[in-house]
């Protein structure tokens, strides 16, 4: 089992509807998670960090932590074309990313 | 610009020569990590420092790899004898420290390929 784990994609989601990423852990002693997304080409930009179970959020984005099952998720609202990218789950202390899942917003 | 720096941005080298690459952190920032990243894959640890401490390292990470911060400021990553295998992009990034959760934010990445 690897240590973080995402759906690959591509996840196709209409402009304007609700996108929802999912990632899975394994070591149950993370204590901090974060959203990173990442443009073709570019190195990863932080857009979410969550360290407390339920949720939070910033803008059109929201992260969703459940420890107890060993998940975080990240939605997007309103999404817009340019949300089109690669968003990486990473778990800390030693921070491991998950291998991504690639988002498309069709027009 | 007081984030993350990173040099040289692009690198083509012959197999078997050494490269060395350079990672100027925040400044604040006491953590610093390199990852390797192949296409379609999410950041690979490498290693990463607390200060000048080399606190671990991946075992992905082969003797031909070193890397340093000696001042615990910049850090500098060297291959050793490159293999086409290490063609990738490498990226630093920094993170705070202390009590409480700090963010890591990333450099723009150092892209390696070896002919």
């Known amino acids: 089992q690897k240590e973080v784990e995402q759906n690959s994609g591509p996840l196709s989601v209409p402009e304007g509807a609700i996108a929802s990423l999912n990632c899975t852990y394994s070591?149950?002693?993370?204590?901090?998670f974060f959203w990173y997304r990442q443009y073709s080409g570019k190195s990863p930009e932080l857009i979410m960090f969550i360290y407390s179970n339920g949720d939070k959020e910033d803008g059109r984005f929201t992260a969703q932590l459940n420890k107890a099952s060993q998940y975080v998720s990240l939605l997007i609202r309103d999404s817009q074309p340019s949300d089109s990218a690669t968003y990486l789950c990473a778990v800390a202390s030693k921070i491991i990313f998950g291998s991504g899942t690639r988002l498309s917003i069709r027009p | 610009d007081t984030g993350v720096s990173q040099n040289p941005r692009h690198k083509i080298t012959k197999r078997g020569q050494n490269v060395t690459f350079r990672c100027d952190p925040i400044s604040e920032h006491n953590r610093l990590y390199w990852y390797r990243q192949t296409l379609g894959q999410g950041p690979e640890f490498l290693t990463y420092?607390?200060?000048?401490?080399?606190?671990?390292k991946s075992r992905l990470l082969s003797d031909r790899f070193s890397a340093e911060r000696p001042k615990g400021s910049f850090s500098t990553l060297e291959i050793q004898r490159t293999e086409q295998g290490d063609s990738a992009m490498y990226l630093c990034?920094?993170?705070?420290?202390?009590?409480?959760?700090?963010?890591?934010?990333f450099g723009p990445g150092t892209r390696l390929t070896v002919t």
């Open positions: 990034a920094s993170r705070g420290d202390g009590t409480g959760h700090y963010e890591q934010y």
């Open positions: 070591d149950r002693g993370s204590q901090s």
């Open positions: 420092f607390q200060n000048e401490a080399q606190l671990e």
